[in-house]
C-alpha cells in the first residue's frame, strides 16, 4: 500500500475520532447544565408577563439560587387578572419586585407535600397566602387554581395558576374600617370591642394557621335590617346579643369564593350554621332566621388574616 496514502488515512480516522469525541463532550455538556426556574420562565412561551415582570423586577438571578416554589401566573392568568404590560411597566421596580416574590415559597414544596384543608404560609415578599387542598386533591393559593401538572426544575417546583396573586395590605380590621361600604360593620365592631374584644382581637391577629372568612354586610344591608338599620341603633344595641350575630358572620378557615361548596357551613357562634348556595355564576348565603337569600356582592376581599366577602343582608341566626 502506498505510505502517503496510509499515512492520510491515520489522519482522517485520527480527526474524526476527535471530533465525534469533541461532539460527545458538548452533548453531555449540554445534559449536564441544570435548568433553574429562571431558566424555564425564560424558555416557556406561556409565561411571557410574568418573564417581563421578573426582569422588570431584577430578580431573575434570585429566581436561579437557592430551593424555592414558584406559584406561576399564565398569560391568560395576566389577563383574566386584568394586568397588562403597561400596567406592570406602571409600577416601581420595588412594586413588582413585591408582586413576583408574593408568588414564591421558599423551599420545594410539591403537591403531595401540601397538607389537606386550608393553610397560612408566609412568602418571599413576607406576605400572608392561604394554600388549600381539598379532599379530591384539588389546590388552590387565594383565589387562584393550578391548572397543569408540576414542572421540576434544578431548584424547586413551577406550580401554574390562573389568577395573579396580589398581596393583602393589612388586617382583616383594617380592610372593614377603610372601606366606605362597610361603616355600618365598623360601628358595630366597635360597639362591641370593650365588652367582647375576643373578636376584634381575632379580626386583628394573624396567629391563627387557617385565618377566618367574614361574610360582611354592606352599609345598605344594614339599612334594611329591623334592628340594625341606623348606626345609633347599632351604638346602643345590646353587646351580647350584637356580638352573636357578628359572629355568625364568620366561619373558620380562609374559604375564597372559587373553594366555597353548596351546603352548611358552621359559623363562630356556637352550634349556629349558614347555608350557602353557589350556581349559575352567583354565591348566595342565607342565616337560620332569614326569610330570602343574600347575595355575595364582592368576593376575595384578601387580608393578612384572612378573606371577607360582600353580601347585601344581615343574617340572623
Do not use: W
Request: hydrophobic share 45%; aromatic share 6%; net charge neutral.
Amino acid at each position: 500500500m502506498n505510505t502517503s496514502f496510509s499515512m492520510s488515512l491515520r489522519r482522517l480516522s485520527v480527526f474524526v475520532i476527535l471530533l465525534a469525541t469533541l461532539g460527545c463532550q458538548k452533548r453531555d455538556d449540554a445534559v449536564a447544565e441544570p435548568q433553574t426556574i429562571t431558566d424555564r420562565l425564560l424558555e416557556d412561551s406561556q409565561f411571557g408577563l410574568l418573564r417581563a415582570a421578573v426582569a422588570y423586577a431584577g430578580v431573575s438571578d434570585a429566581l436561579k439560587d437557592g430551593n424555592m416554589t414558584l406559584f406561576a401566573p399564565t398569560d391568560a392568568a395576566f389577563q383574566a387578572s386584568g394586568i397588562t404590560a403597561e400596567s406592570i411597566r406602571a409600577m416601581t421596580p420595588a412594586q413588582v419586585r413585591a408582586l413576583v416574590l408574593y408568588h414564591v415559597l421558599y423551599g420545594q414544596v410539591a403537591i403531595s407535600a401540601i397538607p389537606s384543608g386550608a393553610n397560612s404560609v408566609e412568602m418571599a415578599s413576607k406576605g400572608i397566602a392561604f394554600v388549600n387542598k381539598s379532599t379530591d386533591g384539588a389546590v388552590s393559593i387565594n383565589n387562584a387554581k393550578l391548572t397543569q401538572t408540576t414542572i421540576t426544575v434544578a431548584n424547586g417546583y413551577i406550580h401554574t395558576i390562573d389568577r395573579v396573586l396580589v398581596p393583602a395590605t393589612g388586617s382583616m380590621l383594617a380592610a372593614i374600617q377603610n372601606n366606605p361600604n362597610l361603616t355600618y360593620l365598623a360601628a358595630a365592631l366597635k360597639r362591641v370591642s370593650t365588652s367582647s374584644p375576643a373578636l376584634v382581637d381575632m379580626l386583628t391577629s394573624t396567629t391563627a394557621a387557617n385565618g377566618v372568612t367574614v361574610f360582611a354586610p354592606t352599609d345598605a344591608a344594614f339599612m334594611m335590617d329591623k334592628v340594625y338599620n341606623t348606626k345609633t341603633a347599632i351604638e346602643s344595641a345590646n353587646v351580647q346579643t350584637l356580638t352573636n350575630t357578628l359572629l355568625y358572620h364568620v366561619i373558620p378557615g380562609a374559604v375564597f369564593s372559587n373553594q366555597l361548596q353548596s351546603g352548611t357551613y358552621n359559623t363562630l357562634l356556637s352550634g349556629s350554621k349558614l347555608i350557602v348556595t353557589v350556581g349559575a355564576g352567583q354565591i348566595t348565603v342565607k342565616g337560620a332566621k332569614n326569610a330570602t337569600l343574600s347575595s355575595v356582592k364582592q368576593a376575595d376581599v384578601l387580608t393578612n388574616n384572612g378573606v371577607i366577602h360582600l353580601i347585601d343582608q344581615v343574617l340572623l341566626p
